[in-house]
């Protein structure tokens, strides 16, 4: 796209579909683990509300399909009526403020919850979780007794080291079409991360896989294709790389949204560039949940200032401002972060 002089890329508006948003920035989903019993919780009306801006795009943390789609019962699920009930509170309140929501929903194939068919893989992926300090969640080992390796059917289908299949993308690609069928392309995305090595899960050729599946998603018609930036190898881990996912996007004819790693300054320049529709923001998101719409406060002060100190000190000063009235505890909504 090309800029306005002054004018800030991220922040201005994109008509997605049906949809008219008023920036760019994408709320991305991120695991907050405040269900129980897979049934989301009246706190998580304040942590998606707060974070709604009118037009603002959010895609909310992944949802599970069944009983064995998620990896533990902190996290939400979507397939009973209770589940949706108690995700409607939490809608409205988004729709009240005029965001825009979407429901991610998952399955996570080899990586479930304890009692369920697991892959072996799961005591690297545990290794991993301690070497970062995330046992603080309250995932200890105890989750991951009693696992037992799956069967090549019910394994994952994207990652070739992970199943040695030659047509890998079939599984997704019915997926996809089953939804559509179901509720239309325009109101349909996915998340895809073609360039990820964590779990295990690595792709001896990512770019023609990822671009496959950006060139296979047209005939379905979706609403847009979330990808995750090659440099994030793993959750935690940012490297520099010559991988990129230009080719993806060029491929998609819909709203491409690019995710992993951004700042205000790439974030900006992604857009401009044309290398993307809209850029998903999760860690910036977090940093503040007791405030709302601190990243396009940050974004606009920053462009007004020019000093990221000054901005910080503004900022500052409205923290302190809100953080006068009355509201519900935030330190009940706060969790870690996957994304």
Not at 61 to 88: L, R
Not at 116 to 136: E, F, I, P
Not at 186 to 205: C, H, M, Q, T, W
Not at 279 to 288: I, P, S
């Amino acid at each position: 796209m090309a800029n306005k002089e002054g004018e800030i890329s991220l922040l201005t508006a994109y008509k997605m579909g049906k949809f008219e948003l008023s920036h760019r920035v994408v709320l991305a989903p991120l695991t907050r683990q405040r269900c129980l019993g897979y049934v989301p919780q009246p706190p998580m009306i304040l942590y998606y509300s707060q974070r709604t801006s009118n037009g603002g795009f959010l895609i909310a943390e992944a949802a599970g399909v069944s009983d064995i789609s998620q990896t533990s019962p902190e996290m939400p699920g979507i397939w009973t009526k209770e589940q949706v009930e108690g995700w409607t509170p939490i809608v409205d309140a988004v729709q009240a403020k005029g965001g825009i929501f979407f429901c991610q929903l998952i399955h996570v194939g080899r990586v479930l919850e304890t009692g369920n068919a697991v892959s072996q893989t799961l005591k690297a992926v545990w290794a991993q979780l301690r070497q970062h300090s995330l046992d603080r969640v309250g995932l200890g080992p105890s989750v991951w007794e009693g696992v037992r390796s799956l069967s090549l059917s019910l394994s994952q289908h994207l990652k070739i080291l992970t199943v040695q299949k030659k047509n890998r993308c079939r599984f997704a690609l019915e997926v996809v079409d089953a939804v559509v069928k179901e509720i239309g392309g325009d109101k349909v995305g996915i998340r895809l991360s073609p360039f990820a090595d964590y779990s295990e899960s690595g792709d001896s050729n990512p770019e023609t896989l990822g671009l496959y599946m950006a060139e296979s998603l047209n005939e379905f018609k979706i609403l847009y294709c979330h990808m995750v930036e090659p440099r994030m190898k793993s959750v935690f881990e940012k490297v520099d790389c010559l991988d990129s996912l230009v080719p993806m996007r060029k491929a998609f004819k819909g709203t491409f949204i690019s995710a992993g790693g951004y700042g205000r300054e790439d974030g900006n320049k992604a857009v401009a560039e044309n290398r993307t529709d809209l850029v998903a923001y999760g860690r910036l998101f977090l940093a503040n949940p007791d405030c709302q719409n601190d990243l396009s406060l940050m974004l606009l002060l920053t462009s007004m200032t020019g000093q990221p100190f000054i901005h910080a000190i503004l900022l500052l000063g409205i923290r302190i401002i809100r953080s006068w009235k009355p509201q519900f505890n935030a330190r009940k909504c706060q969790g870690v972060g996957r994304r």
